[in-house]
Each structure stands twice: as C-alpha cells, then as structure tokens.
C-alpha cells in the first residue's frame, strides 16, 4: 500500500494516449469533465515525496531522419531485408466519402511509411501519435517510500495504460477462492491496485495468462523491499480472560458493534478486554479513535503471534491446536483484532480515512487485521446451552462449499490421476471417512477459508488435494510455503510450483496449464521414484536489479516515439515481423532430467526423510543431436502485455538482434556481454533491502540496470510448443529472464519495447503451440 493519489493512478492505467509536446502530461481523461468532476471529489491528500523532474536517462541520440546521407543503422538489416507483411482486415471505412487517413493505411497494409509520405519526410506531434503510437503497449512505473522505516526501503510498481479486463498480461481467475492470495484491505477483490495490497509484491498479480509467466509489475514489485525491518516495541498488556468469554464475545461480534451505543462499546472494551488509562480522569476514552489507539498499543506487544512471519501463515496450526494453551492465546490475539477491525470500518470512516490509518499501521498490525478479515468473513460461531450451567461453541465453516468446488476444479485442471478418488471423497457420504478439514492444518486451512495472502494458499490447495488422495502416501507430505522451488512426481506426472524454475520452464509444454500457482500436468521423469516430492536447486538470477531510477522513468525511455521532439522522421521507425513461413519442427523434448546435488539440506544429510535437492536439467533432441540445458537460474519469464491493432513501428535506439530458435541459438553463450549487462551478479537476497550500508555500496559500484541492456536477444520460438520450451530453457541455462510474446496477442515492436522498460535483455516470441498438437505424452 504505497502512498497514491486517486486522481492520479487510475487515470494512469486507464487514461488516454498523451501528446509528446507538452512537457508534462497532459489531465487525463480529456474531453470527459463530468468523470473528471466526480473523480475529483474522491481525491486524496498527497504524501509529499522528494523526487526529481523527470529526465531522459537513456543515452540521448541524433535521429538519422534530419541527415539525408547518414546510413540509418538497423537490427534488421534496414528495408531489402524486411520479412513480408500480414494481411490482415482492410480498414474500418472512416466516412461515406472521405478518403483513408495515414492510420488507416498503415493498419491495412502494414507498410512503412503509410501511403502519402516518402521515406525521408517527417511527422509532426499530432500525426506521430495517431500513426505511431495508437494501440501501442505503454508502460509507467511508480516507487513509493515504505512508510515507518529507514531510508532505502522502497517499493516498486509498474502499470499498462489502458489496461481492462480483455487486454491484461494477468492470467485469470478461475474462481473467488482463488482470489485470497492476495488482500486490498480498503476495497473489493475488483480495485485490486497493486499498491493497495498487503502482501508486497501483489499476489493479484503473480501470475501471468500464459502457464510459467508472471507479469510486468511483479517482476519489478520483486526489486523492492518485501520485508523491511519491525520491532514489536508494546509493553501494554490485555486483561485476563477465560477462553468460554472469548467465544462468547466473537460469537456476539459476528453481527457488528454495538455502534449505535457508544457507551456499551466502551464499557465491555475497558471491564473486560484492556485498561482505560485515563479511566479515573475527566477524560475516558469514549472517542473511538482513541479505543483504536489503546488496541493497537495492546497489540503491539511482542507476546503475540507475528502472522507477517511465513512461518506463522498456515492459520489452522493455532486456532485447531491440540495445545489449549496455544489454542487459547491465538483467540484472544483474535478477538482484540477483530474489535480493533471492526472500530476501523465504522460506518462513520470514510475509504480516506481508513486508508490514511492503514498506511500508518505496524505491519503486524496489518496482518492482525487480515486474520481478523478472514475469521469474520468465513467462520461462523454456534453455542448450544447443554444444561443450566453449561454451554458448548461449535464452529460452522460458511466458506466450505466454495472450497470444495475450487478444489475439484484446481484437481480437474491439473488432471489428476486419482481423480475418481478426489470426487468420491469430496462428495462426504462415506461417514468411515475423515471429515475433509481434519486431515490437516493445511486442510483446515483451505476447508475454512482462513487464508492469509502471500504465498500460502497454493500449498495449503495442494496438500489438501493430497490429503484427499490416500494413494500419494507419505512420500508427499513434505510439500510446504517454506520451500517454494519444489514439485513432485506422482504416478506418470509431474507437478511443479509456479516459483520453480522447472515450473517455468515446462509451463510452456503441450497441454500444460497454470492454476493457483500450480503448473501441471508435465512429463514424467525417470530419474524419480513414482511418487516423490522434489527441492530444486536453482541460483539467484544475474539479471539486474532495479533501481528507483529506472523505475521512476520507466514511461521516458519506452515511449514508441523515442524522444519527445517537435517533428518526427519516418526513417526512424521500422515495422519489425517474425518470419512465421519458415518454422522449424524438428525440436523436441527429449527427457526431464534430475541428479541430487552435492550439497543436500542438513535434515537430509540426517536421514529424516525429507525430500532431497536436485539439480534439473532437459535434454532436447534436434536433427539427430541432443541438447542438454540445466536449469540453473531461478529467472522470470514475463507475460507481454497485448497491443491493440499491430503491429507497430519500433523506434530504432530500440535496438535487438533476431534469431530464430534453430539458427544458432545453441551456440550464444554470452548474451549478458553482448547485450550490455555487467559481471555485477544481482544481490542474492531474497527480495529485502540490505542493509544501509550494502545500499550505499551497490549504488556506488553499479550502474542502473537499464544501462545494462544496450540489446535485446528477440527470440522467434514460433511453431510447436516445444520451441518455445527450449527457449525458455535455454534462459534458465544461462541466466536471463525474458519477455514471452504471443504474436496472436502483441506485436515484435511492443514486446522489445517492454523488455526495455523491465530491463531485461530476450524476448520469445510464440504462437502458444500449434492447435494440431495434442496432449500426448499427458496421462490421466
């Protein structure tokens, strides 16, 4: 949750192309007064930020247009070798008579300049956005300071324009259940801004549409700081209570406070729950604001359970505790964060003020909240009186049928192969058999609803679809959030994480899906045992990391004009293209790979039975040879965000070289030189901010990542999927993450230009597979 202004992003993401003339950019939403006038009354108080005027920080160029005899240097070698143009639909006619515009020309023809213009002429301002940059994909990244912590703790953001519901890189959501990887907890599941999250980076926006991909603004969430330091410094402790009390009071408190009797709130919160410290002065705390203030100073203390810890995130294990003790202490924590929740959202507070609260809040305060959120919004309390003096409390869980539907669907997708199995347990008409949420506490988790965002929730669906399962045995029960580059044979499949490189790479595989953060079903492997569960070693990936910097100016350097200019010459633009008539089919995969690695886990070495830790690696046979790859670097594979009406012309400072997947790929193997990117290795932490003193040191000896990359490897990986199989291997092998363009989706130009804004140096181009292929190979 970064500091923002409501007129403002929003409009970033939603509003229209901006002229180049202006030197800043121009309101949004021009030409709409009336949606500007409404927007303008949810405006809220801007943060003040210290921060620099927007500057060019890509090396400044002498556009070759405006000297006839220059030689325009091209990394397509210039317009004899331009590849054929699609045909596509002719234009839409503008006027009974009018003639074509330049527009419309080019969107029929494809052909650069578009008729009416000759090579060496130029565009003015106006007729450079209509013909140059409509449809285009644009990218703005923002940084906000992490509010309560030193300096150097940022958090990074990166949005489209014009992003809606059917041109996103974000994969969908198949079901509601899905949705609790990730909180807004000011707003709907639908205003899902990605500063608006708890978890950082946003889960909502982890996954990408094609299987193995995220997307854009996770990528560049991932060089921020996720976990900046806290101490809990409360010394403020809550009152003693019986446990019967405390369920007697959430029960009461499922139905709201009692906000109509401020006098009965404050009465209950002070007799029972805390201490009024100026309950004896002329001054109690009836005002609500400062009942918040004495909860959070309660909560504070350190004695509580820290769910911002992923240790602490699989709920079950203490509200479904065997220890009363612990049992008992996780409700009390619960019932103070549900008062504190429930005096937030008073129907009195307005979004801003909750909003301007929560930026305020100690991050295990915040996650206090999320629990108390999920508790309200799927547990229900019963009690029964059993005699005069005697009362029992049963749980309901309101959320359980939704579960079980998305974990049949989440089974379904994965082809299961003991589906038959997971259908009859799910029905519960065998009373022999375990109720479904006491499995486990992962399986309590998930049959509950009570799940944390972050990265749990796609652990807690699959050990419970493993509980279901009784064939899996014990050889799958050591799967967990901990351990996030892992995956496991069953029978003849293999399941993989989304965070695992092996996941990533096979996410692109015949008949492969992506679904709550799982990837499946993939090939078998002879190198485990039927059933095992699978630790991947994988290096940190030598890709850059950003800086503020390149956050910050991310719009200047890829905006499809180049620099702002008050003319622009035709002859610095190209239509760049695939060749989509020749295409190999001769790449495949030959066998998914697995050696134990010499250094195994200390558990391991012990002989405790956890899983060991493999090195992975694919072969790939091709025109009789085999290509091995290890999969030795944990990178990114970015989902490219769709353009609209391509393809677009590429401004040539943008500059890439073509290769196509079987014309001597196999033998790069020092892109990251000959792309710009320096030996510097990318810090290996896992996503937090070092130390202030590192900070300063990085920044002194390294020099912002988009001055890494002076070319782009554009990789043509069209055809069979196992094409773009090996690319994405080929990536793992040698350590860059890449952009993934589909070029049913987005054209060669947008995609180059987005690897450009997240700094990374490949690009692969595909078609998703051919709709001939089958799933063969995938058993069910």
Known sequence: MGRWELSQRPHDVWGKIQYPEAPVAPAPFAGQPELTAELGQLQLGRVPKTRTSPVVTRTRVTRHGSDPHAMRPSSSSGENSMLPYRQLAPPRRAGSYSHPTPLDDFRSSRRWPPNGYRQDDALDARAADDVICAGTSTFKGYWDEIPNTPAGYDRFYA?????????????????????????????????????????????????????????????????????????????????????????????????????????????YLYSTLIEDPERFSDHPHIDIQQQINDLIEVLKNPSWIDFSNPKNQVVAKFFDSPDQLRKQEFFHQLLLSVELYLRIHFKKHTDKHKRKLMLQLPPTIAWDLAVAQRWLENMEITKTRTSANQSTFSFELKSKKRQKEALRLFAATLKWPNMDEIDYVLEEKDNSEKPLEDRSADAMSWFSGIILPGRTLPWLIMNSLVDCDRDTGDALKYLTHMHQSS??????????????????????ARGVKQIAGWVGPCIFTPDLKRTECVRVHQLASPDPRLTPQDVQHMDTR???????????????????????????????????????????????????????????????????????????????????????????????????????????????????????????????????????????????????????????????????????????????????????????????????????????????????????????????
């Not at 773009?724 to 589909?742: D, K, L, P, Y």
């Open 487 to 508: 995956g496991f044979q069953y029978r003849a499949n293999t399941y993989w994480s989304a965070q695992s490189i092996v996941g990533k790479v096979l996410g692109a």
């Open 159 to 267: 949005v489209m324009d014009s992003e809606h519901q059917s041109r996103t890189d974000r994969g969908p959501v198949h079901t509601d259940a899905y949705r609790y990887i990730s909180l807004n907890m000011t707003g709907s599941f639908e205003s899902q801004f990605p500063w608006l999250s708890l978890e950082q980076p946003s889960m909502a926006y982890a996954y990408g549409k094609s299987a193995g991909t995220t997307t854009l603004n996770y990528y560049v969430s991932k060089s921020g700081s996720a976990h900046p330091p806290t101490k809990p410094t409360g010394e403020i402790e809550p009152r003693k209570i019986k446990f019967l009390q405390i369920l007697d009071r959430l029960q009461h408190l499922e139905a709201g406070l009692e906000e109509n009797d401020p006098d009965e709130m404050y009465r």
């Open 558 to 780: 890829t905006n499809p004009l180049g620099p702002v200019e008050s003319n622009y010459p035709i002859d610095d633009y190209e239509v760049p293209m695939p060749d989509q008539d020749d295409v190999t089919d001769l790449i495949r995969i030959e066998k998914l790979s697995f050696m134990p690695a010499k250094e195994q886990p200390s558990s391991t070495r012990q002989g405790s039975g956890g899983p060991l830790l493999f090195d992975a690696g694919i072969f790939f046979a091709c025109g009789g040879e085999s290509w091995p790859m290890k999969l030795r670097y944990d990178v990114d594979f970015i989902n490219a965000f769709p353009c609209h009406q391509g393809p677009h012309v590429l401004f040539y400072d943008f500059t890439y070289q073509a290769i196509k997947i079987d014309d001597g790929l196999v033998d790069i193997h020092d892109w990251g030189r000959q792309s710009g990117r320096t030996s510097r290795s990318r810090p290996t932490s896992s996503r937090s901010s070092p130390p202030k003193k590192a900070l300063a040191l990085s920044a002194a000896h390294s020099e912002p990542a988009h001055m890494q990359v002076s070319k782009v490897l554009a990789i043509e990986a069209l055809g069979v999927s196992d094409n773009e199989v090996f690319a994405r291997a080929w990536c793992a092998h040698h350590g860059h993450s890449a952009i993934v363009a589909n070029i049913k989706e987005t054209c060669m130009a947008c995609a180059i230009r987005e690897a450009y804004a997240a700094c990374v140096s490949v690009v692969i181009f595909t078609e998703g597979g051919k709709d001939t292929e089958k799933d063969e190979g995938i058993c069910v």
